[in-house]
């Protein structure tokens, strides 16, 4: 076997292990996730992720995946913690703390505090007898698995680590689910980011008014033209914003001057499509962005039930994508 071959049946060994210990964790979820779940549904206040080492990276993310749902939700260095961030920790929020040893001493303090005020605790551990659980009032117990690697990289949290970072997201998925979250929200919670954008509404990037290249039904090829290359749209809208008749683009243009012997006699209504596509403006970028590739046009109209608001352009969408 090659070095190379060698590293890549390393490598798949690897996921193999962690595809093992994942499957262990779906076996083990039962009436203790969905206790926890009740409880993070009902929390009025924020969830406070708490974890050491690696698994205080995973919490980072969970956190992360929880606000990013609109769940209220941030991470407490449990160091930090002793040292006044407890303040912070209010009666109608919910601590989740995880450590698969369920043994690590920075937790205590945190612990102490959450009994003494009455805060609800979801503990995620491998040891049911650990301090971390007995504390607990969700005790979620994690399967004990090998850690992938050799008998010197056995202790690298890998396996346990996937288990965590899978638990927490069937918690925020099987919560988001309940709640019935809709993807157009992620506009609202990520407004910058690529998931946020493809998700914005088309009303949001609409090119209407003054910006609209109008003609009447009986303006001739010249018009049309200067029109078109007015607004620099690659078309002309046949009406007014209270009625569209249709719409010509430059395509309509071309196939025109070849087809048409009389092609300088017509006028906008004689070339016009009369039903031209359309979008509704609680579409998203990426609905609009899906439609004009399948049709491999570039321009949208715009609908408010049955009023017309606007344009959508391809170029326009991907500038703001880009």
């Known amino acids: 076997m090659t070095k190379k071959n060698k590293i890549v049946e390393i490598g798949k060994s690897v996921i193999k292990s962690e595809i093992s210990a994942l499957s262990k964790l779906k076996s083990s979820?039962?009436?203790?996730?969905?206790?926890?779940?009740?409880?993070?549904?009902?929390?009025?206040?924020?969830?406070?992720f708490v974890g050491v080492g690696k698994s205080k990276l995973i919490l980072d993310k969970a956190c992360g995946t929880f606000t990013s749902l609109g769940i209220s939700a941030y991470s407490l260095d449990p160091l930090q913690a002793s040292h006044g961030s407890m303040g912070g920790l209010k009666r109608n929020d919910t601590l989740i703390v995880a450590s698969y040893s369920g043994s690590s001493s920075e937790l205590y303090t945190i612990l102490r505090f959450a009994k003494n005020f009455k805060i609800k605790v979801i503990g995620i551990s491998s040891n049911s007898k650990?301090?971390?659980i007995i504390n607990s009032d969700i005790k979620?117990?994690?399967?004990?698995?090998?850690?992938a690697g050799n008998?010197?990289?056995?202790?690298?949290p890998t396996s346990s680590s996937s288990m965590l970072l899978g638990m927490t997201d069937a918690l925020a998925i099987s919560i988001a689910t309940k709640r019935n979250f809709k993807k157009e929200k992620f506009a609202t919670h990520h407004p910058l980011g690529a998931?946020?954008?493809n998700l914005?509404?088309?009303n949001e990037l609409l090119i209407s008014g003054s910006k609209i290249p109008y003609v009447k039904p009986d303006s001739s090829i010249p018009q049309i033209l200067l029109k078109i290359s007015e607004k620099k749209l690659g078309c002309a809208l046949v009406g007014?914003?209270?009625?569209?008749?249709?719409?010509i683009t430059d395509g309509d243009i071309s196939r025109?001057?070849?087809?048409q012997k009389s092609f300088l006699t017509k006028k906008a209504k004689d070339i016009l499509t009369s039903k031209p596509l359309s979008i509704q403006t609680t579409l998203t970028v990426s609905d609009a962005i899906k439609l004009m590739n399948q049709k491999r046009i570039t321009i949208l109209l715009v609908y408010q039930g049955r009023q017309f608001k606007g344009l959508i352009s391809m170029h326009y969408l991907l500038e703001f994508l880009n």
Do not use: C, M, Q, W
């Open 130 to 132: 650990s301090k971390l």
């Open 195 to 197: 998931i946020g954008k």
């Open 200 to 202: 914005t509404p088309v």
């Open 240 to 247: 007014n914003i209270k009625k569209v008749k249709g719409i």
């Open 151 to 156: 008998k010197n990289l056995d202790l690298v």
């Open 29 to 48: 979820l039962g009436k203790s996730f969905e206790k926890a779940a009740n409880v993070i549904d009902k929390t009025s206040g924020s969830l406070v």
């Open 140 to 147: 979620l117990i994690l399967p004990k698995v090998k850690e």
């Open 256 to 259: 025109t001057l070849r087809n």
